[in-house]
C-alpha cells in the first residue's frame, strides 16, 4: 500500500494549509485513515482520523474546530485542512491507513504510513 503525503510548507501563524494523502493504486477505499504528526524532540501524536465512507471523524482537542478530515473516495485521497495554524502545529504530518474500516485516534491500529510532509509555522 503506497500513501504519499503533500501539501506541507512554511507558512505565518494565522494562515491555513491543506494537506493530501494520495494512494495512487486505490488499495485504501475500504479503510479507515488519520493523520498523525510529530514535531521535533516529540513523540508522534494523533491529530484526526476518519472512517471509510466519511461518516464519522474524530480530532486531537489541540485542533478541533481548526482542522477538517475529509476524504474523496473517488480518487483515493485523503486531506487535512488546517485553519487558524499556530506555531505549536509545527511538526512533520504523517497520514496512515487503518486496519479496519473505523476511524480510530490510536496509533498501533494503522499498517500503512506515509512518507510525511512538514508544516512550519512562524510566529
Known amino acids: 500500500v503506497q500513501l504519499q503525503a503533500s501539501g506541507g510548507g512554511l507558512v505565518q501563524a494565522g494562515e491555513s494549509l491543506t494537506l493530501s494523502c494520495q494512494n495512487p493504486r486505490r488499495t485504501i477505499s475500504n479503510n479507515g485513515a488519520g493523520w498523525f504528526r510529530q514535531a521535533p524532540g516529540k513523540e508522534r501524536e494523533f491529530v484526526a482520523a476518519?472512517?471509510?465512507?466519511?461518516?464519522?471523524?474524530y480530532y486531537a482537542d489541540s485542533v478541533k474546530g481548526r482542522f477538517t478530515i475529509s476524504r474523496d473516495r473517488a480518487k483515493s485521497t485523503i486531506f487535512l485542512r488546517m485553519s487558524s495554524l499556530k506555531p505549536e502545529d509545527t511538526a512533520l504530518y504523517y497520514c496512515?491507513?487503518?486496519?479496519?474500516?473505523?476511524?480510530?485516534?490510536?496509533?498501533?491500529?494503522?499498517?500503512?504510513w506515509g512518507q510525511g510532509t512538514l508544516v512550519t509555522v512562524s510566529s
Open positions: 496512515a491507513a487503518h486496519r479496519s474500516s473505523y476511524a480510530s485516534t490510536v496509533t498501533s491500529g494503522y499498517l500503512y
Open positions: 476518519i472512517d471509510w465512507n466519511g461518516g464519522n471523524t
